[in-house]
């Protein structure tokens, strides 16, 4: 094109091709070349939207072997090399090689082209193929995900064209397999939103803080409301009754429901229940307007890879706000055994809510009473249901995904019920010696799970005498349990069995420490979306252990795991916008994570009872990491962290107890010993003649206080 006449009006003949361009490919309104040329319709803009419109539908006119030699060196392409076409690091491109294999391929290949004005990519640094070669590397698991191919068999090329309105890449993709992948048109949308959220994250910044702050309001509205709801019920009245015998169907069917009981475990029936009593909620003004003005952000995101915002649909079907779901779960579980009448007034408009538990109690008979041996019988009825039925669900932070069931890593009663005694739970004290023998015949039946959970108590010296060795045989064999079992695993079990796998080469546990090995295993786990093996792995990327360094990479990971309700993936990312750690430097966003990380800490904690929470809790409440400073508060954890043996917690407790001058101060320094017999530099120092906890217990002494020298 002679480039002195781009600028004058569309001819004749690009007009007529542009208009059997739009009728035999319709989806080219969408373009933004098209955007270009409908706003200006000039010679020069009517060639760009030509000339793209025909690339992107070239897979449809061109052999395949000719369609990837175009990528890799039509005009403007950026050369890596020899040619223009790159893929995942490490991976050399020999051009013949991809020619020859994508043409004898018998499967589908996907043809995406992620495009961009030029503006924002000399904005935001999208104008050079360095760019875009690192930020679709990253996006492995994204394609593996929606596009439904296994992480080993996905194969994908790119080449940047540097064209001059709209710099973009092209990415083909492709699995191993003949006839493997899928992709819908919600998929595709999912990964412009990935990508766009990536590629625009600076200007996102203060569009996730205020959409953080909108999402924040609408959950404490609708909790707030469903705590009112609840107060009337027990006052006996409630204004909503809709709402209230919703939620006392939910609670009845909530105290038959086997497993997890939280929404996306819960059977179809029950979760339409939630979701009912979800959008009923909605309909009050208050939680309505904050659901708007969350709408109002969220489409301010939408708008950046949309040509317009959907309009909100209701609050139950918006997936980002599941956690309300949630709560409504909570709320329900709390009701436990108070049952509900609700009595209609005459007029059809008051509702009375009789407690059907104080009801009995009032009219119970009390003609005869029970024998001495049938009520011992009936003791014994009660805590064998105990023990079968109402076990507790600690599963700790990194064993949430664990309900799967499989043939030999299982999550049966029994060994819930040991993991109950090893942890402890409001029910369920902690017994050492009754986790071990019940993981001794769960490990006896070939139970991974429970091979594993023995060389833990092994390893820490839980009711038994520390003894590395025997820990060692312990994870071995659980090590050679979950790789024998991975390999005839439906997909969702075999993702949690690689998670563990990568965890115990990550931790050396059973094996010699290989951090490639683990890695890899992580890989396959984090690409079908796992949360946990998002966050580990995203620990790999941060520090360059088994892969490159990337912090990019890691911060993306995090997000992911964090979007799924993991809060060590929250603190992490609080972390990151801290200190602008492979992402712009946030104040704002850091504590809207660490409010997140902290508010699942606290859940977790109350699962689990764990020292490693109950310290990171005391931590966070001593600094006032997302969450106000309170020191007695943070007091009580580490108390509760340094009883469990947590010698971080019992050096934290012991100085801030000397520090301060509270608390007992024969305790402080006895738990200071503690820690530093444990092993703990920082406690062992601290008792060192000379330190000043040395001169300060020395001065207490002085004054009186019944302290003996800590010194060793």
Not at 643 to 663: C, E, M, R
Request: hydrophobic share 35%; proline share 3%; charged share 30%.
């Amino acid at each position: 094109m002679d480039e002195s006449k781009k600028n004058l009006p569309v001819t004749p003949a690009q007009k007529n091709l542009i208009r059997q361009l739009l009728k035999d490919m319709p989806e080219s309104k969408d373009m933004l070349e098209y955007e270009d040329y409908r706003k200006h319709p000039t010679i020069g803009n009517a060639s760009e939207f030509i000339t793209q419109a025909l690339e992107r539908n070239l897979d449809m006119a061109a052999m395949k072997e000719n369609y990837v030699n175009y990528l890799a060196n039509r005009p403007r392409v950026e050369r890596i090399g020899e040619h223009g076409l790159f893929t995942d690091a490490g991976k050399q491109v020999i051009l013949a090689d991809v020619q020859k294999e994508v043409s004898e391929h018998k499967g589908p290949v996907w043809t995406h082209v992620v495009s961009l004005r030029r503006e924002d990519a000399a904005r935001l640094g999208y104008d050079s193929a360095r760019e875009w070669m690192a930020l679709l590397r990253s996006k492995r698991a994204m394609l593996c995900k929606y596009m439904k191919i296994d992480s080993a068999d996905l194969r994908w090329y790119a080449a940047f064209h540097n064209e001059g309105h709209h710099p973009h890449v092209h990415l083909m993709v492709y699995s191993a397999k003949d006839n493997d992948g899928y992709l819908t048109k919600a998929s595709i949308e999912a990964m412009r939103s990935e990508l766009a959220h990536d590629i625009f994250r600076q200007d996102f910044a203060q569009i996730y803080e205020g959409q953080n702050l909108a999402r924040n309001s609408l959950k404490e509205k609708a909790a707030e409301r469903m705590c009112l709801l609840i107060e009337e019920m027990m006052q006996g009245v409630c204004k909503n009754p809709v709402v209230g015998e919703k939620l006392q169907l939910l609670s009845e069917r909530l105290k038959h429901t086997r497993g997890k009981k939280v929404y996306g475990y819960l059977k179809a029936d029950v979760k339409r229940l939630v979701d009912q009593i979800v959008d009923e909620l909605a309909k009050d003004p208050t939680i309505a307007e904050a659901y708007r003005a969350w709408g109002e952000w969220q489409n301010q995101i939408l708008m950046t890879y949309s040509s317009k915002a959907p309009s909100l649909p209701p609050l139950s079907g918006q997936k980002q706000l599941k956690s309300i779901k949630n709560m409504v779960i909570a709320e329900a579980l709390k009701l436990g055994d108070r049952h509900f009448l609700c009595e209609t007034s005459m007029q059809g408009n008051d509702h009375t809510w009789i407690r059907l538990d104080e009801l009995e109690e009032e009219t119970i008979s009390d003609e005869g009473e029970e024998t001495e041996a049938a009520s011992a019988v009936t003791k014994d009825r009660i805590v064998a249901t105990n023990a079968e039925n109402l076990l507790p669900e600690p599963e700790m932070s990194l064993y949430e995904e664990g309900e799967n069931g499989s043939a030999k890593a299982e999550w049966n009663k029994r060994y819930k019920l040991a993991r109950s005694y090893l942890y402890g739970s409001e029910r369920i004290p902690r017994d050492f010696a009754e986790a071990m023998g019940l993981f001794a015949l769960e490990a006896d039946s070939g139970n991974g799970l429970a091979m594993y959970d023995l060389g833990r108590m092994w390893a820490d010296g839980l009711g038994v005498e520390a003894d590395l060795d025997t820990a060692q045989e312990w994870y071995r064999k659980a090590l050679a349990d979950f790789l024998s079992a991975e390999k005839d695993q439906p997909e969702r079990k075999k993702t949690y069995i690689q998670y563990r796998i990568g965890k115990m080469y990550l931790a050396g546990l059973g094996c010699t420490k290989d951090y490639k090995t683990a890695a890899d295993w992580l890989e396959r786990a984090a690409g079908k979306q796992h949360k946990y093996a998002q966050y580990t792995l995203a620990g790999l990327y941060a520090r360059g252990q088994g892969v490159e360094k990337d912090l990019e990479h890691a911060f993306t990971l995090y997000q992911a795991s964090a979007a799924q309700d993991n809060p060590y993936a929250s603190y992490e990312l609080g972390k990151m916008f801290q200190n602008g750690t492979g992402t712009e430097k946030s104040a704002a966003q850091a504590e809207v994570h660490f409010q997140n990380a902290f508010s699942g800490f606290l859940v977790l904690e109350k699962q689990s009872h764990d020292d490693k929470l109950q310290y990171r809790l005391g931590q966070m409440l001593h600094q006032g990491t997302g969450t106000e400073k309170d020191e007695e508060e943070a007091v009580r954890y580490w108390q509760l962290s340094a009883k469990l043996g947590n010698v971080n917690a019992q050096y934290a407790l012991g100085k801030f107890w000397l520090d301060t001058g509270t608390g007992d101060i024969r305790q402080a320094v006895e738990w200071l010993e503690k820690a530093a017999e444990a092993g703990n530099a920082s406690a062992q120092y601290a008792l060192l003649p000379g330190h000043p906890v040395w001169r300060l217990c020395a001065q207490l002494r002085e004054r009186g206080s019944p302290v003996e020298s800590p010194g060793k």
